[in-house]
Nanobody
């Protein structure tokens, strides 16, 4: 499956952005979809994920209540709605897909397919 992430940009603190992850080649709902981010000088970290089974969602504590992950099966696209953005949310955001078990959802090494990152910059 090929993934393309887009929707990043520059936004002021408190603002919102919606990232999209468009899939081609396979049906995205057959895979868990994860969102990860990497800030300069830091390791890649888990942000959110939606399971292939049941569409259950999972979040990092740092974004819980502010971000929402979803999937539109008709469009073969996953989304990351980001609200109440903070400067510390500034990073390159990546979407990824894989057939994962629950315990692996937060582990970026477990994902098989990755899109190119999209840059999110939150100004204070």
């Amino acid at each position: 499956v090929q993934l393309q992430a887009f929707g990043g940009g520059l936004v002021q603190a408190g603002g919102s952005l919606r990232l999209s992850c468009a899939a081609s080649g396979r049906t995205l709902s057959e895979y868990a979809t994860g969102w990860f981010r990497q800030a300069p000088g830091k390791e890649r970290e888990f942000v959110a994920a939606i399971r292939q089974i049941g569409g259950h969602t999972y979040y990092a504590d740092s974004v819980k209540g502010r971000f929402a992950v979803s999937r539109d099966n008709a469009k073969n696209t996953a989304y990351l709605q980001m609200n109440s953005l903070k400067p510390e949310d500034t990073a390159v955001y990546y979407c990824a897909a894989g057939r994962l078990i629950l315990s692996s959802l937060r582990n970026y090494e477990a994902y098989n397919y990755w899109g190119h990152g999209t840059v999110v910059t939150v100004s204070s």
